[in-house]
């Protein structure tokens, strides 16, 4: 039988800490209980535990196949499974996003252990996009059911790593309709033109923050913290002076689903060429388009054989 676990809601969206159980030595029960636990709070905190690497990437792995980070190196531990951020070498995420989005299969769930935190301020937000989708009205959830989007790894600079998400996608396990776009990552509405896509990208990355959709987590060390990132987006606050190491085990094999098929064919101008074909261009090579910019006009013509 699996531990009974006493579960506090720490939020009215979403988030819940979870007492009674060790992530060192959780068994079947308990990982069925976690996985239900996940669909009904989005976010679940587990307080002093303080486990090992390797009992770390061990309970990981009971959730599906994990995977270090794509772009960035670890600044101290070598694991092939484990991802590291350490804030005194640029480790602050401290903008909206959902964890690994610019890949055609992202996260599903994140598993971080707080190895060790300041003592004030570095606290992580949470927000539902459940709710953040259910609460937009009618005409825009009707109008954003129909779009996808075009997210990269600029932020770890690689702006060539590209993937296209529907901007509203179902949840596999629930069915549910969340937002799927976020600021760090996402960088074009595919449907709209540039103008467009930065007036409705700029409006739902705000709205997704607003605070009634979001639960703030005061870590402790030892404190681990699993989310679900099909339905969630996180936020780390800069606003401390000592250092915060975190380790990361990233759980993947995610398959965003839209509504539908996109209502529309991409926007993008491939002939009569202008200044702003250049916002164009990214989407361009993501399509494998050969698009007229207003640079090739300008090159030198190939001289006659």
């Known amino acids: 039988m699996g531990t009974e676990l006493q579960v506090t809601r720490l939020a009215g969206s ?7 159980l060790s992530v060192a030595n959780a068994g079947p029960d308990d990982i ?54 350490v804030a005194s070498r640029g480790g602050i995420a401290d903008e909206w996003h959902s964890d690994i989005t610019f890949q055609p299969n992202p996260s599903v769930y994140a598993i971080l252990h707080m190895v060790r935190c300041p003592t004030v301020g570095g606290d992580t937000m ?8 259910e ?18 790894a600029a932020p770890h600079g690689r702006p060539d790593i590209t993937a296209i998400h529907p901007v509203v996608r179902m949840h596999p396990e629930t069915g549910r309709r969340s937002l799927f776009v976020n600021e760090h990552f996402t960088r074009r509405i595919v449907e709209m033109s540039h103008e467009e896509s930065a ?20 870590w ?37 689903r839209g509504i539908a098929a996109p209502r529309w064919q991409p926007f993008t101008r491939i002939e009569n060429a202008a200044a702003t074909s250049r916002y164009d261009r990214q989407l361009n090579a993501h399509l494998g388009r050969e698009a007229t910019t207003l640079e090739s006009n300008s090159r030198t013509p190939k001289a006659a054989a």
Not at 135 to 152: I, N
Not at 229 to 246: G, K, M, P, S
């Open 14 to 20: 979403l988030g819940a800490e979870v007492r009674g």
């Open 32 to 85: 069925a209980r976690v996985r239900e636990l996940l669909r009904e709070h989005l976010v679940l905190f587990f307080p002093d535990q303080r486990p090992s690497i390797d009992e770390h990437v061990a309970f990981g792995r009971h959730f599906g196949p994990l995977e270090a980070h794509p772009n960035l190196k670890n600044p101290i531990t070598d694991h092939p499974e484990i991802f590291e951020l």
């Open 126 to 133: 949470w927000a539902n996009m459940y709710q953040a989708y």
């Open 135 to 152: 609460a937009l009205s009618a005409p825009m959830r009707e109008l954003c059911d129909g779009l996808s989007a075009l997210h990269d």
């Open 199 to 218: 007036n409705l990208l700029g409006y739902l990355t705000r709205w997704v923050s607003s605070p009634r959709f979001t639960v703030r987590r005061r």
């Open 220 to 256: 402790q060390q030892g404190t681990i913290a699993m989310w679900d990132n099909r339905c969630t987006q996180h936020y780390v606050l800069n606003d401390f002076d000592q250092e915060r190491i975190i380790q990361r085990v990233t759980v993947m094999g995610d398959e965003p």
